[in-house]
C-alpha cells in the first residue's frame, strides 16, 4: 500500500534552496509520505543533493528538461502514488507539523479539495517578488504609488489570504506574520502555488494542469486549484500548513523576464475564472493591464532587458486568444 501523501517539488539549478528544503522534510513529525523531485535538467550540485537524501526519505527524482512549468507540475503528480498531492516549491521550509497537518484536514473535512496555508516570506527577501517592490518606494510618489497599488487594484486587502480581486491582482496576506494567527480553516479564492495540497482524484477529473500556460507558466496552479473547486468542492486556508518561502532568485525566476507569455497567461487565467460584464470589471482589469506594462516598461529602461517589454505584445495576443 502506497504512502498517502506525496510531495511534489519541481526543481532547476536551486541546489543550494533545494537542501534546505529537502532537509525541513527529514524534520516531518510524520513520516508516512513520498517525495518526487521533478529536476528540469539542472547544471548545478542539484544531483548530489538528491542522492543525499534519498537515504533518509523515500525519494524519487524525475529527469523532465522542459521549460513550461505547467508540463513539470503535471508530470510531477501523474508518477505520483499518494491520495493527497501536495506542490511545495525547492526555496521552501515546511514546519514540522506540516505533512500531519496537510493529513488532517483532509482527513477531517470531506468536502475540502486544497489546502494551504502561510508562505512567509522574511523582510529581506521581500523585494524579490514583483509585488511588494509598490508596498516598499521611497518618497512621496513612491508612497502614493503604493497607496494606490493596496486601495484600487488590492481594494485595500493586502493583508487577507487567498483574495484574487477584480482587477486580477491576488492578495499577498499569506507572506506576512500576521496570517499564523488565523484560526481554523477559511476558505480562500485560491491556494498559493509554493504550498498546495489537492486530491489526487480530483486533479484527475479535470485533466490536471493546462498546457496552454507557457514558460514559467504563472497562473497555471491558481487554474488547477480553481477549476477544481468548481466541481463543488472548498479550497481552504490553515494557519497550521505553514512553510518559510525564502524567495530565490536562481533557476526558474532567471526566466521570469518572459512578459509576453506572463501576460498571455493572466489573460487565459482571468478571462477564464474573474471577468464579469460589468463596467467595475473593465475598468479594474484595463487599469491593472495597463500598470503592469507601464512597470514592466521600467524594468526594460533600468535592467536593459528589452524582454520586458513583451508585456506590451503579450497583451495583444492576449486579447486575439481569449474566448468570451
Known sequence: MGPKLSIIICTYNRAQSLA????????????DFEVLVVDGGSKDNTNRIIRKYARRLALKKILYPKKELACVRDKGWREAKGEIVAFVDDDVVVSSNWAKSVLEIFARNPNIAGVSGPTIVPKELLQ????????NLKGWFGR??????????????????????????????????????????????YLEACNMSLRRNLIERVGGFDYGFRETAEW?????????????YRLAFSSKVCVDHNISQHGVYTRRTAAKERMENFFR????????????????FLSYILFLNLYWTYKAITTRNLDWLGGWVGTVTGVKNTKF
Open 128 to 135: 524579490n517578488r514583483d509585488v511588494f517592490w509598490f508596498y
Open 144 to 189: 502614493l504609488l503604493g497607496k494606490f497599488w493596496n486601495q484600487f487594484f488590492l481594494e485595500g486587502k493586502m493583508y487577507e489570504v487567498g483574495k484574487i480581486l477584480k482587477s486580477g491582482a491576488w492578495s499577498p496576506g499569506s507572506n506576512f506574520p500576521n496570517c499564523l494567527n488565523t484560526k481554523g480553516l477559511q476558505d480562500v479564492d
Open 220 to 232: 497555471c496552479e491558481v487554474d488547477l486549484s480553481m477549476r477544481i473547486e468548481k466541481l463543488g
Open 20 to 31: 534546505a528544503c529537502l532537509e525541513s522534510l527529514t524534520k516531518q513529525s510524520l513520516s
Open 269 to 284: 487565467f482571468y478571462f477564464r475564472h474573474i471577468f464579469k460584464f460589468r463596467v467595475d470589471y473593465l475598468f479594474k
